[in-house]
T-cell receptor, first 112, second 110 residues
Framework: NAGVMQNPRHLVRRRGQEARLRCSPMKGHSHVYWYRQLPEEGLKFMVYLQKENIIDESGMPKERFSAEFPKEGPSILRIQQVVRGDSAAYFC??????????FGQGTRLTVV | DAKTTQPTSMDCAEGRAANLPCNHSTISGNEYVYWYRQIHSQGPQYIIHGLKNNETNEMASLIITEDRKSSTLILPHATLRDTAVYYCIATHNQGGKLIFGQGTELSVKP
């Protein structure tokens, strides 16, 4: 049973470009979560999704950030018009209906 | 979710047991205690969770006090590879986000 798969592992974008981060949850998991970790800081919750629904986006910045978890395919975290302050590690986790969440290895976004 | 309190850092000698405490005095009856760790900026790793009974798996043991206001994660024979930040989280067991605090930075020393 493959774990949570995130790609790419590393992503470099110039200021103003778009970043798309992908997350494939574990088989049988219908809940997906995105977290951000700025350099030398803790893990911050961004958004919680189920298939085709955003359940909790209380941690998402109000502008430029969006997330989706379509009926088919991976969950996508999209950052438009990236700025240097978006440079961080972005972690995705998935969980079943009951039980804990399992995390992917993250995507490290660098904005130059 | 209930707030948890952990020491900022701890040291442990290699080969000895590491006992990591966590206070969760406001935990509600249906909230579980989860433990995760993050090794040097890797993705957080699930360790163990429990409701009120003590739990053990291949990684660790979880001891929860009878009043459920605190718990201890035990790594029975710590190795250098157990050096990490350990997070204790009280949360419901039915989906829902995990809120990470500052955790305990465990340093295992030779």
């Amino acid at each position: 049973n493959a774990g949570v798969m995130q790609n790419p592992r590393h992503l470099v974008r110039r200021r103003g470009q778009e970043a798309r981060l992908r997350c494939s949850p574990m088989k049988g998991h219908s809940h997906v979560y995105w977290y951000r970790q700025l350099p030398e800081e803790g893990l911050k919750f961004m958004v919680y999704l189920q298939k085709e629904n955003i359940i909790d986006e209380s941690g998402m910045p109000k502008e430029r950030f969006s997330a989706e978890f379509p009926k088919e395919g991976p969950s996508i975290l999209r950052i438009q018009q990236v700025v240097r302050g978006d440079s961080a590690a972005y972690f995705c986790a998935s969980s079943p209906d009951q039980g804990g969440a399992f995390f992917g290895q993250g995507t490290r976004l660098t904005v130059v | 979710d209930a707030k948890t309190t952990q020491p900022t850092s701890m040291d442990c000698a290699e080969g000895r047991a590491a006992n990591l405490p966590c206070n969760h005095s406001t935990i509600s009856g249906n909230e579980y205690v989860y433990w995760y760790r993050q090794i040097h900026s890797q993705g957080p790793q699930y360790i163990i969770h429990g409701l009120k009974n003590n739990e053990t798996n291949e990684m660790a043991s979880l001891i929860i006090t009878e009043d459920r206001k605190s718990s201890t994660l035990i790594l029975p024979h710590a190795t250098l590879r157990d050096t990490a930040v350990y997070y204790c989280i009280a949360t419901h067991n039915q989906g829902g986000k995990l809120i990470f605090g500052q955790g305990t930075e465990l340093s295992v020393k030779p």
